[in-house]
């Protein structure tokens, strides 16, 4: 759930899908569980509803990873620090936990530093500020650095630093340590140029994601160009001799709104990400901004793939109507899935074109259309075309829609409206579930 309890005067705000009572956030970050709550940290200007440098650390809590309870800001501009920029939680066996932020410097934006933070209570509300431990390495030519990301990598502390090499390549950097306090640049942990294609792959990676995940290494990487965000992708590979050797790069988001994906494990070790949401926001411009659901990922074949973290459905309370094509009204958030199988083509066994409507307040909000392998989505000026192997899920949620099919995920705004959710097929099966 957002933080605050929304009202009837507040249609506009999602009602599992985290935003800040007030202000802008971004970046999800360091998502943890610990001492059997969920924290997550996001980036977060108080008080304003548009992005500025002077970033803080919101905080936020969660016994189930789907109701959110806003804590109050953990890390905020000054000591040094012109913004308090996104980065990670590490949570070492047996040591204190350490958060890796990245220190904005208003003379020089794009080139950041890291530097360290503690929490001074087992709360994890308040945190005192340690050194700078990163920054810049001599003899790169860079265009951007920022994010950290840390994990280990079996033999030592690994920090991922996003970067944009001056050459226009997008980057990740490697900076090693043994304690987690002194760290040595360790060279350009993977790059790939921006004219690369099949997936573009952008100039700057932001919020670079070293994750092991079913006993792979995945990067993800969110993919800047052309002076604004664009999407994720990732690879899978091996690491070796200090460098990240991709197999084969693919796209794991789709549409305008999902970027800046952080990744976390649950309190059973599964490894998920979890994005920020743009162009979601208030209307009468209180906030702005929202956090995705929980995702799971897992690797399929040769590709990591991406669904509905299992809390998500056991939020559900009730099941509207049968599980056939029939038209069925929800009020409030829903979990829709739709099945579309060889049947549903033509008598003379032509493929034919599916198709999902959701209609709010006698207008149709978004259009989702199946044929063969392909998904075509349409929510407002929002549209995109992502793969599609017979199955959608659709998270639906007051103005977010998030739209998972063919192992990958897509997500737009809606128009948010007081009235209900009605979903019509024109072909398939639809199972659609209330949230609460």
Excluded at 318 to 327: H, K, L, N, Y
Excluded at 368 to 393: H, I, K, N, S, T
Aim: aromatic share 8%.
């Amino acid at each position: 759930m957002t933080a605050p309890t929304p009202g009837a005067d507040d249609a506009a705000r999602p009602r599992l899908h985290l935003t800040a009572r007030s202000g802008w956030i971004n970046d999800p970050i360091g998502l943890t569980h610990h001492g059997g709550r969920y924290h997550v940290f996001f980036q977060h200007v108080p008080g304003s509803a548009v992005w500025a440098p002077e970033q803080h650390w919101g905080h936020a809590t969660s016994t189930d990873l789907v109701h959110w309870r806003e804590e109050p800001v953990a890390l905020s501009p000054g000591d040094g620090d012109d913004g308090v920029w996104s980065g990670g939680v590490v949570v070492p066996e047996g040591g204190r936990p350490t958060a890796f932020y990245t220190s904005a410097d208003a003379s020089a934006e794009h080139l950041g530093r890291v530097r360290v933070a503690w929490p001074a209570d087992d709360a994890w509300r308040t945190w005192t500020k340690g050194p700078v431990v990163a920054g810049p390495p001599e003899g790169v030519d860079l265009a951007a650095v920022r994010d950290p990301f840390v994990t280990h990598d079996g033999d030592a502390w690994l920090m991922v630093l996003g970067a944009g090499l001056a050459d226009g390549s997008g980057a990740a950097l490697a900076f090693r340590s043994d304690d987690l306090a002194r760290w040595t640049y360790d060279g350009v942990l993977a790059s790939r140029p921006a004219a690369a294609a099949d997936p573009w792959t952008g100039e700057i990676w932001e919020c670079p994601q070293l994750v092991r995940v079913d006993d792979r290494w995945a990067l993800v990487v969110s993919a800047w160009g052309g002076g604004h965000p664009g999407f994720e992708a990732y690879a899978l590979g091996d690491l070796r001799g200090g460098r990240f050797v991709a197999e084969r790069w693919h796209r794991l988001t789709y549409g305008p709104s999902l970027y800046a994906g952080s990744a976390f494990r649950d309190a059973a070790g599964a490894p998920g990400l979890v994005h920020w949401l743009r162009g979601v926001r208030d209307p009468g411009g209180r906030w702005a901004g929202a956090h995705s659901a929980p995702h799971r990922l897992a690797v399929v074949g040769d590709r990591l793939e991406v669904a509905p973290h299992p809390a998500v459905l056991r939020a559900a309370t009730a099941v509207a109507g049968p599980e056939d094509g029939s038209p069925r009204s929800v009020v409030g958030p829903c979990h829709v899935e739709w099945r579309v199988t060889d049947g549903d083509d033509g008598a003379d066994g032509a493929e034919r074109t599916a198709t999902l409507a959701l209609r709010r307040a006698d207008h149709v909000a978004a259009r989702l259309e199946a044929r063969g392998p392909r998904l075509a989505v349409r929510c407002g000026d929002a549209a995109w075309e992502m793969p599609f192997a017979g199955r959608a899920v659709l998270l639906v949620d007051g103005p977010v829609l998030e739209v998972f099919a063919g192992g990958v995920v897509g997500a737009a705004a809606l128009p948010a409206a007081p009235a209900p959710t009605t979903f019509e097929a024109t072909a398939g099966a639809l199972r659609v579930r209330a949230l609460a």
